[in-house]
């Protein structure tokens, strides 16, 4: 290799020690040499090959801390929503991960430093929001830890998780959709709110350079008039999405059963997690009969809201 001899192995390099020629290794010192490897607390190991990234390899590492993602010499902590099912990571995930680590080329480092007190604000208005999770993603999270409690390495709990998933009916899978509906306009909501709050202050720094121009510099009134543009385009996006967002949607027939039930759960002081795992346990065994009963008030819901349109 580039840097000396080694051996690879299930997707992982060791390094040959100098004393062992590489012609005359036999496969009792290549199994010797993986297993001192593999024994060194740290030694890693390869989850997941995800492809590549700029020529280099992208792939997901169990570390000694940890699963993390690996490109070349940036290595990049996984997404949250991810700690417990790293092999679920994909590439565009991890080269999203792996720019936020390496740092951005051609932008010189500025010379004045903030104070800690204004850096902690930025990075709080700056960080996006939590990403919601898919469906699947949400029922690996529930169902994970009673195979790690058998065991499992990571590799056989995926597979298991993923028979588990394709096993299920799509009525079994309804509670999980519905979670991950819920997740998806909660993140919708917040990501609005970070963009206008970014737009506000785009909006403010552009009033401020327009307010007080430089006596003769037509160049700051171009930039100003730019940025006002620019911000206002951005404002008219971010309403447009949030009268797409706040549009009144018709409930489920699942959620129709929640609001139902919830208060006699929430009765017994239960915490808001077994409250619905508790009601989507009571939804698998619910009859038809029982079901048409919320479906009919689904019906009636949408031709509420179909009223409400055309009255307007």
Known sequence: GRYGQFLLYQGTYRSLPASDDIFAIDCSRAVEIINAAAASPRSTRVLAELGEHEKQRVAVVKGRFGPYIKCGSVNAPLPEHLRDSPEDCTLEEAIEAIKLKSPQKGKAS?????????????????????????SYVIFCAEKRPQLKEKGLEFGEISKELSSMWNELSEEDKTPYVEMARLEKLKYQEASEEDSKSSTMKKAGKASKTASSPRKGSSATKKAAEKSSKKSSKKAAISRLKSINTTTKRPLSAYLHFCREKRPLLAQEGLSFGEISKRLAEKWKVVDKETKSKYEDMVRAERLSLGHEKEAT
């Open 110 to 134: 500025p010379k004045k430093k903030s104070s800690p007190t204004a850096q902690a604000k930025d990075d709080k208005s700056a960080s996006p929001s939590k990403r919601s999770r898919s």
